[in-house]
């Protein structure tokens, strides 16, 4: 299909027609049938690229609909550089459980290679949404590096990333941070992916009498696992700045490990004691000062839940604008 051929106006009649089948199939199936809802709260575009890992993507976005039901236009950037655009619309339904009405959410989908992806950006303009909030959720390395990029986030209200797949994760936090300065609204979810650790490291905070914590504090250390340094380690740095003054000392330590996780232990050093935090197996981690132990569960964050995470901050997140300000410096 030429890019001449893919019109907006022909995949919204599209989706048009299959309301109109679907409303068909419930009349004349099931009499225990309460119909199908056509649910759109927002606009949600996700950024892929063919071969990555489709499937998690496809299932990632099917489990966001369920609580944000949208009209979610897939962006798929195609290996074969000069691939022309397509297009197609289909419709994603399912029946909450206990409940006799389906609900059912839009879906478009284009594709296109690099060298035509730009022409995409003419046709979003078309299918978006009227008069509801535009999220779009870049999960793609190459369609965040494409010049097209800013084009399509300069219609979305809140954008998402994530770093840590990038090529050169700093040079894409040091933009992210150009952005936030400007005004708009940009998420990482490497950054989204360490909440559990600054809910670790703030309660211990809370169980202590921080003033004198803080007072007798000399030093903090972060032990990663794998080299290159990760990205999250940059952001952890940064936060504990950001909480404890610009000038404070943490040090990076890296320790190899076959592990899967990125961040293995922090240590809190101070004149009376030591505080530990110790990753000791998937899922588990300890907490240590000095005769006292304490375990948490870190719960698997998948795709999923970290973008609902993100979906659920509506405007700008002072804490991370702070820490993305450091970490971009450092």
């Known amino acids: 299909m030429s890019s001449i051929s893919v019109k907006p106006e022909q995949l919204l009649k599209d989706l048009s027609g299959l309301w109109m089948e679907l409303g068909k199939a419930e009349v004349e199936g099931s009499d225990r049938s309460a119909g199908v809802l056509r649910a759109v709260t927002m606009t949600f575009l996700l950024g892929v690229e063919e071969g990555d890992d489709e499937g998690a993507a496809s299932e990632a976005l099917a489990q966001l609909m369920h609580e944000h039901p949208s009209r979610a236009i897939v962006l798929k950037l195609s290996r074969q550089a000069d691939a022309e655009i397509s297009g197609r619309a289909f ?52 369609i965040f590096l494409h010049p097209a990029f800013e084009s399509i986030a300069s219609m979305a209200d809140k954008v998402i990333v994530d770093s840590r797949s990038h090529p050169d994760p700093h040079n894409s936090i040091r933009f992210l941070n150009q952005q936030l300065q400007r005004g708009h609204l940009y998420a ?143």
């Open 188 to 330: 990482d979810l490497t950054w989204t992916r360490l909440t559990r650790w600054r809910e670790t490291v703030s309660g211990v905070f809370e169980r202590m009498d921080c003033q004198a914590f803080f007072q007798n504090l000399n030093r903090a250390v972060i032990q990663y696992t794998h080299t290159p340094e990760p990205m999250a380690v940059s952001y952890l740095s940064a936060w504990m700045k950001s909480v404890i003054g610009l000038d404070f000392p943490v040090d990076r330590v890296l320790a190899p490990s076959e592990v899967s996780w990125q961040i293995s232990k922090l240590r809190f050093e101070t004149a009376l004691t030591d505080v530990v935090i110790d990753r000791s197996e998937k899922g588990i981690v300890e907490t240590h000062i000095q005769h006292f132990t304490a375990r948490s569960v870190f719960e698997v964050q998948d795709e999923a839940r970290l973008v609902r995470e993100e979906l659920s901050i509506l405007g700008r997140d002072p804490i991370f604008a702070r820490v993305l300000k450091i970490a971009s410096q450092s």
């Open 91 to 142: 419709a994603q339904c399912w029946m909450p459980f206990g409940r006799r009405q389906q609900i059912c959410c839009e879906q478009i989908e284009l594709s296109a290679g690099s060298e035509n992806f730009k022409d995409i950006v003419s046709l979003l303009r078309g299918l978006i949404a009227p008069d509801l909030p535009v999220v779009f959720w870049c999960r793609s390395s190459r």
